[in-house]
């Protein structure tokens, strides 16, 4: 069974600093994808950035960005610039390809922006 | 908006009863899943149904049972509750199978057993 980790159970950040949010998993498969998803206080799971494993570049949305380490097995979020709205819950997720999408979330890193 | 619709939003009953949970998946998307969120606590996989058929199973109680229907909404039906069901339950869907379409989520039903 694939597996996910998030070692950080809580986090704080400043707002408009950098924080970076950890994730590892551990699978024997090569083709798989990775999320991450935010939960916000309103309990709405949203998607922030996808990664696909056999895409070396690290995918990049706005303020988010991974560090994608296949040969780690991590797969680490960075939120630049944080802002308040960034507040949430954060599950990291793994999808092994052609298996159905099936996915295996992690159990979360509470992340806090202070003013 | 992520175009999944799950109602009710809220539902409140009594210890023993039975409930059912509805969600219409995003247009054009086959694929549904459940997921349990207990207070606190992490996403727990229940079931997964592509086009009408069941595809993969997680940690879903015997009680809880859930179907596929040929316009592609879902329906999860809990009976016999427990005080520990109260839980927030997700839809998600997805569009393909076996691809790396990304779940998107319904805001969920919250269930609250007293």
């Known amino acids: 069974a694939q597996t996910v980790t998030q070692s950080q159970p809580e986090m704080s950040v400043q707002e408009a600093e950098t924080v970076t949010l950890s994730c590892t998993y551990d699978t024997s498969e090569n083709n798989y994808y990775l999320f991450w998803y935010k939960q916000p206080p309103s309990r709405q799971m949203i998607l922030v950035i996808r990664q696909e494993a056999y895409k070396q570049q690290n995918a990049t949305e706005n303020r988010f960005s991974v560090n994608f380490q296949k040969a780690a097995k991590s797969f680490s979020l960075k939120i630049s610039d944080s802002q308040l709205g960034d507040t949430a819950m954060y599950f990291c997720a793994f999808m092994k390809r052609n298996t159905g999408n099936q996915f295996y979330f992690g159990t979360g890193t509470s992340l806090t922006v202070i003013p | 908006d992520s175009g999944v619709t799950q109602t009710p939003k809220h539902l409140i009953t009594a210890t023993g009863q039975r409930v059912t949970l509805r969600c219409s998946p995003r247009?054009?998307?086959?694929?549904v899943y459940w997921y349990q969120q207990s207070l606190d606590q992490g996403l727990q996989f229940l079931i997964q149904y592509y086009n009408g058929e069941e595809r993969a199973k997680g940690n879903i109680l015997e009680r809880f049972s859930a179907q596929q229907f040929p316009d592609l909404h879902s329906e999860l039906n809990l009976s016999s509750l427990e005080l520990g069901d109260s839980a927030l339950y997700f839809c998600?869907?997805?569009?393909?199978f076996g691809g790396g379409s990304p779940l998107h989520f319904g805001n969920g039903t919250r269930l609250t057993v007293t």
């Open positions: 998600a869907s997805s569009v393909e």
């Open positions: 247009s054009g998307d086959l694929s």
